[in-house]
């Protein structure tokens, strides 16, 4: 059975962050994996992504996702679209249109301004954060009519501050932008720091002026049950991991 996390900030719009719970893939990648970038089997995968469309009340085809690449780039959806543009963000006010991003420790955000019947959801990991994608999504949204004050933004399943390990040079590259961004690292074991993530992400949706913005609490690395985690990957030596989905629609 499928496992889909709601938030009551983006109510009455149909969403949901997905776990891995109920799908068809095995062996590492058991569970619900939606990633077409992986290396499960292509048939399974789209099995996968057509249940959440069920789930979301669309046929498969009316799920979209882009080819994520950590950028700040949005796209605004008119129609259904087959090739999938390079971006990391997607906004529409067409109803039908289910908008997913695929996650593995990132930051899935999505978007609502209900009132004007404006939708978003971005892949936001820490270069994305960094690089400004959660306001390029709120200024597309506004394009299409959204007023910020209005918008609704919901952080769901991620890396949390405790298991999200890094080096000097990374932190330095966030102190060179905004000194104020010391706030988002805490001293870890010998010259590590550990990275607030989700916290980052909150700062840069409530300094767009958005009107609410909340995480679900989620932690991708410390639940293998319920998430895919590029990081535990890694450190497990396993090959490939899963990719979550996380949708919106009108």
């Avoid at 992986?38 to 009316?62: K, Q, Y």
């Avoid at 892949?123 to 959660?134: E, F, I, P, S």
């Avoid at 010998?190 to 989620?218: K, Q, S």
Wanted: charged share 20%; net charge negative; with cysteine.
């Amino acid at each position: 059975m499928l496992e889909i996390l709601t938030s009551d900030a983006l109510a009455p719009l149909r969403h949901g962050f997905f776990t891995r719970k109920g799908g068809a893939s095995s062996g590492i990648f058991h569970g619900l994996n939606c990633g077409p970038g992986s290396s499960d089997l292509s048939e399974v995968v789209a099995i996968n992504r057509a249940r959440v469309a069920g789930a979301m009340g669309v046929e498969p085809d009316h799920l979209l996702t882009v080819q994520q690449i950590h950028s700040a780039d949005v796209v605004t959806v008119n129609a259904l679209f087959t090739d999938r543009p390079l971006a990391d963000a997607m906004v529409t006010a067409t109803p039908g249109i289910v908008l997913g991003v695929l996650t593995a420790d990132c930051q899935p955000v999505l978007f609502a301004d209900a009132k004007a019947g404006v939708i978003g959801a971005a892949h936001a990991g820490w270069r994305g954060a960094k690089d400004g994608v959660l306001e390029a999504t709120v200024v597309a949204m506004e394009a299409l009519g959204a007023t910020r004050a209005s918008i609704r933004a919901v952080i769901g399943p991620t890396i949390s501050q405790s298991a999200y390990e890094v080096g000097p040079e990374f932190i330095d590259s966030f102190i060179t932008d905004d000194p104020q961004n010391a706030r988002f690292f805490i001293k870890g074991a010998a010259d590590r720091y550990l990275f607030d993530l989700p916290g980052f992400g909150l700062h840069h949706l409530r300094a767009a002026g958005v009107g609410h913005a909340e995480w679900t609490r989620h932690c991708t690395y410390s639940d293998p049950d319920r998430f895919y985690s590029y990081r535990r990957t890694t450190h497990a030596g396993e090959a490939d991991y899963g990719r979550l989905i996380s949708v919106i629609r009108l």
